[in-house]
């Protein structure tokens, strides 16, 4: 069977490319910034905003770009799109775990990625009508954020966040494109905590791309 080209690099740029329509997605629907000072557009077949102030969207694609540079090193364990109140509490956390990407050397970024079926034949590693479908539900559950989660105070900020691999060294470089985040952002996923309530969003899985996503509301922060 036909089978489309992907190479570690590339997979980690559709990653991005997505995480940067999740953001807007996500400012849209937290009222971030006002709504009104979005556009409409599609991406994945789907209807979803886009920013049209331009620093706000330079600021987006300078993040995703510092996280694909990291990711490209194969460090990153989890991505993080916080939000924070006008006095820098956390007040929630939408994670995306990459965790599960393949492992590939520096040598092999550019190398192609294949995969092998039960019957021994060559996979698309990433086949990618069906990423485009999970990309799109993803969308869809993001997009309707705002009806599960309590509504924020005004004046709430956001930033990009980055957890490593333990063996993950700290993007250390000048200038310094990433801070050290405060201990209580860096709470696990997948359950309860006495300040977190987290609220599943969705585990895309489609060849070599996996990874799962949810929110984290903080229940105290003001």
Not at 63 to 87: F, H, N, P, Q, S
Not at 184 to 211: I, Q, W
Request: glycine share 6%.
């Amino acid at each position: 069977m036909a089978k489309d080209t992907l190479t570690y690099r590339t997979l980690v740029a559709f990653f991005t490319d997505f995480l940067t329509v999740a953001i807007h997605t996500i400012l849209y629907e937290r009222k971030i910034y006002p709504q009104t000072s979005f556009l409409s557009a599609r991406k994945y077949n789907y209807a979803v905003r886009q920013s049209r102030h331009p620093k706000v969207c330079e600021w987006i694609n300078d993040a995703t770009v510092a996280v694909e540079t990291e990711m490209l090193k194969g460090t990153v364990d989890r991505v993080a799109v916080v939000i924070y109140t006008k006095d820098l509490k956390p007040k929630e956390r939408y994670v995306f775990d990459v965790s599960r990407f393949p492992a590939v050397s520096q040598a092999d970024l550019d190398t192609q990625l294949e995969r092998e079926g039960e019957d021994g034949e060559v996979l698309p590693a990433v086949p990618l009508v069906e990423i485009e479908e999970q990309f799109r539900a993803t969308m869809g559950r993001l997009g309707g954020c705002g009806a599960v989660l309590r509504p924020l105070p005004e004046g709430c900020t956001f930033t990009v966040a980055i957890e490593l691999k333990s063996e993950g060294q700290a993007p250390v470089s000048h200038p310094q494109p990433w801070v050290p985040v405060q201990p209580d952002l860096s709470r696990t996923g997948g359950e309860k905590h006495a300040r977190n309530v987290v609220h599943p969003v969705r585990a895309v899985a489609a060849g070599e791309m996996v990874f799962e996503s949810w929110i984290e509301e903080a229940t105290d922060a003001t």
